[in-house]
């Protein structure tokens, strides 16, 4: 090793797998802070094992060996990151659990919430569905507001509409953010094909 080089041996590693081997400070700038921020984050939800019980979601994702370097996962950052966008590996691929260039995107932060199902949190029934006297209802989350669908008789009918309605309203934000260029055609196309399952 000549004088100077950093000792990446003698650094802990981040998560039990992350090495951090770059020649400079995590600290040096706004944009390495934030490269540092999304590379630590990303690591934190596959191998942090604190966050299971909270978000069961992260269980089983990993990331890439490639991107265990944070000099590889920087090269890839620097040639994706958009200002205020935040790290995706779901929406090109749904249900995909692996962190790697081939697999993320950086995507407006309202994208990324538009599509979260809220497993965890909604109860025993199916994305939409919540029980209404002898019935259940249907509602949808629209720009921030809850939006009434409909009362109907079964859970599978409540869900049919909720499907419907929230796959419309994928559609309609995917077309406006694709006109305004807040999104590529790949991430356009992603969403204009979403479908939500019963499963979700």
């Known amino acids: 090793m000549k004088k100077g080089e950093p000792q990446y041996g003698k650094r802990k590693l981040v998560c039990g797998v992350g090495v951090f081997d770059a020649d400079y400070s995590k600290l040096k700038d706004e944009r390495t802070k934030k490269a540092y921020r999304d590379w630590n984050n990303m690591l934190q939800r596959c191998y942090g094992k604190s966050n299971f019980p909270s978000k069961p979601a992260y269980k089983e994702c990993i990331v890439c060996e490639e991107w265990h370097s944070f000099l590889k996962f920087r090269e890839w950052f620097d040639a994706n990151y958009v200002e205020n966008y935040v790290l995706d590996k779901d929406i090109r691929c749904v ?16 994208i990324n919430t538009l599509l979260l199902n809220c497993r965890s949190s909604r109860g025993k029934y199916p994305i939409g569905v919540t029980k209404m006297g002898n019935g259940f209802q249907a509602k949808l989350w629209k720009r921030g507001k809850g939006c009434y669908i409909g009362f109907y008789h079964t859970i599978e009918e409540a869900f049919g509409a909720y499907k419907y309605e929230r796959e419309l309203y994928v559609k309609e934000i995917a077309q406006e953010y694709y006109d305004k260029g807040l999104i590529n055609i790949d991430i356009y196309n992603s969403l204009i094909n979403y479908k939500v399952k019963i499963t979700d």
């Not at 249900?95 to 309202?110: A, D, E, L, M």
């Open 95 to 110: 249900g995909n659990k692996v962190y790697s260039p081939q697999t993320c995107c950086y995507i407006p932060p309202f």
